[in-house]
């Protein structure tokens, strides 16, 4: 009932931007929140930032002040743009959508997209 399509990945060398896009497309939802996660080889998933509908942020310390978040919530869409990236970012990167399905009640559901892979190399 709901897709999440990544795309924007890739490789960038140190100090370099890539800008990601993840776009939702799906009906009878209520969505809450947006947010990035990424997994980087042999470490468990972290919350990368989130975004609300209302435009609340929240960023994990490791990118406060090089990443940006932000949404279309009419095309159901959340992007990230990735400043000054190095080593320790390059990971998978997955997109969230937090909703709840109209006509099912208040319980809220996770919806993931398929990743997309960062690599910051020199």
């Known amino acids: 009932q709901v897709q999440l399509v990544e795309s924007g990945g890739g490789l960038v060398q140190p100090g370099g931007s890539l800008s990601l896009s993840c776009a939702a497309s799906?009906?009878?939802?209520?969505?809450?929140?947006m947010a990035w996660y990424r997994q980087a080889p042999g470490k468990e998933r972290e919350l990368v930032a989130s975004?609300?509908?209302?435009?609340?942020?929240n960023y994990a310390d490791s990118v406060k002040g090089r990443f940006t978040i932000s949404r279309d919530n009419a095309k159901m869409t959340v992007y990230l743009q990735m400043n000054s990236l190095n080593f320790e970012d390059t990971a998978v990167y997955y997109c969230?959508?937090?909703?709840?399905?109209?006509?099912?009640?208040?319980?809220?559901?996770?919806?993931w997209g398929q990743g997309t892979q960062v690599t910051v190399s020199s």
């Open positions: 969230n959508l937090r909703a709840r399905l109209l006509g099912l009640g208040l319980q809220e559901y996770d919806y």
């Open positions: 799906g009906s009878r939802i209520r969505v809450n929140a």
């Open positions: 975004i609300t509908t209302d435009g609340s942020t």
